[in-house]
């Protein structure tokens, strides 16, 4: 049985190497080393194939729920994909346009449900470049250290539901998923202790930050750190050296960095392809041009690279703040007046864009100014989500695989819905 669907693969790869605009395939190998075709005609790709056509999701996990791709299957292996968005539609940007500025903040938390703050910070970021809000450096430093914490929290959360998507290859899935969810909560229990919330948090606001620092908090980050750092050495090893998480990630689902360029994919995606492109770096903003950075590259631009990349921004992420924690200098946690009423801030017009390094890659606002209530919301908002992006790969990246190797593929991108389907 395996050798009659090896044997059919290998017919297959021959047949899409014909009909792609590039070679896909090495002589004799199953195994994709070039992009697929996503305008493939599947009537010129075997006028006799008995293709068969495939919905992955929208109700499979790993989509998700409101996400669908359409495969087209020749036997086990994935000729043509066609992904389609659009099942969770929340029209966020022109509800923001009705809104005034301060209302709009827990709004798009629920954006990258997974990393509101981040969300929180990019959002104000742009109505401060368009205000001309300053924020004082101990917000600023404030702001560095909740992202790190957010990013910590966020690739713990994907490093976990990846194992879910991997199914028996680690520990029957759910042993690195409950161990990761374990360190998680320590994170979220300083989020809870910071801003009284745990998941949506609304502490970010124009001109700098609601909630300043408790008494304890620092010395319990401290305390948090120390646990999750003495697991991630642990967490790398489950990458590199477990048989089965290797065959199924190593070589699947290839995302060059030229592709990445061409379809504007960042964050973790396209330095796993090769690029060493950071914002936090090369675009500084917040307190990172007061620290040093070491950017975590990957060649290989595989699933496997992808998740060596995340577990060893985790460790990154902890080195920033253990040594930032202690170095919060003081001051005022706000630059900008006092909110008395929701429609004071006011604007007529000018535009501007600010964007950060979220844990999925660049996360950016675009805003005009002079909108409804005498200038008190925006013209326009647009939202610059790194998700839409990265799933806009899946036609490239998928052919050339089978049905299981794309579900792993799916997960290795850690997409959020809520901000490909605003």
């Not at 017919?11 to 896909?24: D, F, I, M, Q, W």
């Not at 300053?134 to 600023?140: G, I, L, N, S, Y």
């Not at 976990?160 to 229990?189: K, P, Q």
């Not at 990445?260 to 994919?265: K, M, Q, T, V």
Request: aromatic share 6%; glycine share 10%; proline share 5%.
């Amino acid at each position: 049985m395996e050798a009659s669907v090896e044997t059919s693969a290998k017919k297959a790869a021959k047949k899409l190497e014909k009909t792609s605009a590039g070679s896909l395939f090495l002589p004799g190998a199953v195994a994709p080393i070039e992009r697929g075709d996503p305008y493939l005609d599947v009537d010129e790709y075997d006028p006799e194939a008995d293709l068969m056509v495939l919905n992955l999701g929208p109700q499979h996990p790993s989509t998700h729920g409101v996400f669908r791709v359409k495969l087209y299957l020749d036997g086990e292996l994935i000729v043509k994909a066609v992904p389609y968005a659009g099942y969770l539609h929340r029209g966020v940007e022109k509800l923001c346009e009705k809104l005034a500025f301060t209302q709009i903040t827990p709004i798009v938390d629920k954006n990258d449900y997974v990393s509101p703050m981040m969300n929180e910070q990019a959002i104000n970021m742009a109505f401060e470049a368009l205000l001309g809000a300053e924020v004082p450096r101990r917000a600023r430093y404030i702001r560095t250290l909740l992202a790190e914490l957010q990013r910590v929290a966020s690739h713990l959360l994907w490093l976990g539901t990846f194992a879910l998507d991997l199914g028996g290859a680690l520990g029957g899935g759910s042993t690195l998923f409950l161990h990761c969810f374990r360190e998680r909560e320590l994170i979220l229990d300083l989020f809870e202790m910071l801003t009284g919330c745990r998941f949506h948090y609304n502490t970010h606001t124009i001109g700098g930050n609601r909630h300043d620092i408790p008494e304890g908090w620092t010395a319990r980050v401290n305390q948090a750190l120390g646990v999750i750092g003495s697991r991630v050495d642990e967490y790398e090893e489950l990458m590199t050296k477990n048989s089965i998480f290797v065959k199924r990630t190593r070589g699947v689902g290839v995302l060059d960095g030229e592709l990445c360029l061409e379809l504007g994919i960042t964050g973790p995606l396209l330095r796993a392809a090769g690029v060493d492109y950071d914002m936090r770096r090369d675009a500084p903003y917040h307190a990172y041009d007061e620290i040093e950075l070491r950017v975590q590259t990957e060649t290989a631009g595989d699933c496997q690279a992808r998740t060596l990349v995340r577990v060893r921004e985790i460790r990154e992420s902890i080195r920033i703040v253990s040594e930032m924690i202690d170095g919060v200098p003081e001051g005022p946690i706000c630059g900008y007046k006092p909110i008395k009423i929701v429609l004071q801030e006011r604007s007529a017009g000018g535009q501007a864009y600010a964007a950060l390094e979220s844990p999925r890659g660049e996360l950016g606002t675009w805003v005009i100014g002079g909108g409804a209530n005498k200038g008190t919301s925006p013209y326009r908002l647009k939202i610059r989500p790194p998700s839409l992006h990265a799933s806009a790969c899946l036609p490239y990246v998928l052919p050339g695989h089978t049905v299981s190797d794309a579900i792993v593929i799916l997960g290795s991108l850690d997409p959020i819905m809520g901000e490909v389907d605003r």
